[in-house]
């Protein structure tokens, strides 16, 4: 099974978190084995002020979640996101 990379995806209003940070997001309707994703990454300077560069995961891992797991696995500020999601999902 691939990873979804077709389909209606359905972009979701961005929330800021508490600390500033601007989160966007979106969803699509598909198949994805949580066990094939491959993140891209970034490169940060690790340990800060070592001079030295490292690469990180921008995601390290996906799952599968009941909407009642998600939002307690989600911050707070995030929340909007998933009420949004299904709000949109039970309207068509």
Request: a negative charge; glycine letters at 6%.
């Amino acid at each position: 099974m691939a990873a979804v990379s077709h389909g209606d995806f359905l972009s979701l209003a961005p929330v800021k978190q508490a600390g500033g940070k601007i989160v966007s997001a979106w969803s699509v309707e598909g198949d994805f084995d949580p066990a094939l994703l491959r993140s891209n990454v970034f490169e940060v300077e690790w340990p800060p002020k070592s001079g030295k560069k490292k690469e990180f995961p921008e995601v390290d891992r996906a799952a599968w979640f009941t909407p009642e797991e998600a939002r307690r696995k989600l911050l707070a500020s995030q929340a909007p996101l998933l009420d949004e999601l299904l709000t949109r999902v039970a309207s068509g």
